[in-house]
Antibody, heavy 121, light 113 residues
Framework: QVQLQESGPGLVKPSETLSLTCTVS????????WSWIRQPPGKGLEWIGYIYYSGSTNYNPSLKSRVTISVDTSKNQFSLNLKSVTASDTAVYYCARDLNTNSGLDCFDPWGQGTLVTVSS | DIVMTQSPDSLAVSLGERATINCKSS????????????LGWYQQKPGQPPKLLIY???NRESGVPDRFSGSGSGTEFTLTISSLQAEDVAVYYCQQYHSTPFTFGGGTKVEIK
């Protein structure tokens, strides 16, 4: 049973960089696409982007200029960097895996539990 | 971007009664090459991540009770809970994965009447 766990600071100052890591356990990071998705408090879901285990990426154009997603296959982890954050980036950040291998156009299952990141001075 | 619009925003249904949630996409999410609709449904309970219920618009994920069903094609889709149980109180989201950026509907909150 694959499990995902997000980790990183819960508080980030405005204009700084938000950095989160997702650790994959119970399975290999290989052969799947891995996404970051966020949810502002009390609001809906926004897909941030994905990375394939080989390192290829695809970002939401709304965030593309500020986002970098990377992968470390040796640690079975992938990471999110979001630079120049503002209060509007306050959200629960989830990592998630594609349902099927080698897909890229897929729904998400499983998901991590999520981590709340607050942007405030 | 494909815009996903859900209706209603919320609904209250008596225990054992049917709940119906609608989702419309701004363009078709059907791939004619494989005749599949790239549309999923999720359930989210407070303090939890979304849980995948339905994929390819009508395929139930493993372990999901058969009172949940999905239907529709092209741009119009429906999630039906045939007999609402107390544990079904949640927010439900549709999501298109036909093209990036992947997008979600705004959510439908289901409560007990």
């Amino acid at each position: 049973q694959v499990q995902l766990q997000e980790s990183g600071p819960g508080l980030v100052k405005p204009s700084e960089t938000l950095s989160l890591t997702c650790t994959v356990s119970g399975g290999s990071i290989s052969d799947y696409y891995w996404s970051w998705i966020r949810q502002p408090p009390g609001k809906g879901l926004e897909w941030i982007g994905y990375i394939y285990y080989s390192g290829s990426t695809n970002y939401n154009p709304s965030l593309k200029s500020r986002v970098t997603i990377s992968v470390d296959t040796s640690k079975n982890q992938f990471s999110l960097n979001l630079k120049s954050v503002t209060a509007s980036d306050t959200a629960v950040y989830y990592c998630a895996r594609d349902l099927n291998t080698n897909s890229g156009l897929d729904c998400f299952d499983p998901w991590g539990q999520g981590t709340l990141v607050t942007v405030s001075s | 971007d494909i815009v996903m619009t859900q209706s209603p925003d919320s609904l209250a249904v008596s225990l054992g009664e049917r709940a119906t949630i609608n989702c419309k996409s701004s363009q078709s999410v059907l791939y004619r090459s494989n005749n599949r609709n790239f549309l999923g449904w999720y359930q989210q309970k407070p303090g939890q991540p979304p849980k995948l219920l339905i994929y390819w618009a009508s395929n139930r994920e493993s372990g999901v009770p058969d009172r949940f069903s999905g239907s529709g094609s092209g741009t119009e889709f429906t999630l039906t809970i045939s007999s609402l149980q107390a544990e079904d109180v949640a927010v439900y989201y549709c999501q298109q994965y036909h093209s990036t950026p992947f997008t979600f509907g705004g959510g439908t909150k289901v409560e007990i009447k």
